[in-house]
Every structure is written in C-alpha cells, then in structure tokens.
C-alpha cells in the first residue's frame, strides 16, 4: 500500500535526521500522536502536509512515496 510505503520512509527520513516526533510535531503545528498515526500508516497522509513535511526533512515529495 501507498500509506505504507509513505508512512515507512516519513519515520525512515525523521530518524536518520535525527528529530523526534515532538519536535517534527512542533514545526509542522501538530501534535506527537498525529505524527505516530502518519508514521504507522493509521492516517492517510495529505498532499499538502506531504509537502511540508518534505520540507522539514530535507527532501521532496517524490523520495517520500518512493517504494
């Protein structure tokens, strides 16, 4: 599934910058829980906060949903 793939490489991505759910939760203007729900795949994730996440962690939207 394409939540699958997306929510592995958001938490793939978060690690290897070395940010924690808090803190990505912080400059997105959300909370930590609705990061662990992208990251496990429990939420779908919307095009425009794919695209601000992308930003905060370096990368684009296309290497997100990259299998």
Known sequence: K????????IRQRRIELGITQPELARLLGKTQ?????????ARS???????TLSK???????ELVKK
């Not at 394409?2 to 490489?9: F, K, T």
């Not at 994730?45 to 695209?51: A, F, I, Q, R, Y």
């Open 33 to 41: 829980p609705y990061i662990s729900q992208l990251e496990t795949g």
């Open 56 to 62: 905060h962690l370096q990368t684009t939207p296309d």
């Open 45 to 51: 994730t919307p095009v425009g906060t794919l695209e």
């Open 2 to 9: 394409l939540r699958s793939v997306i929510a592995n490489n």
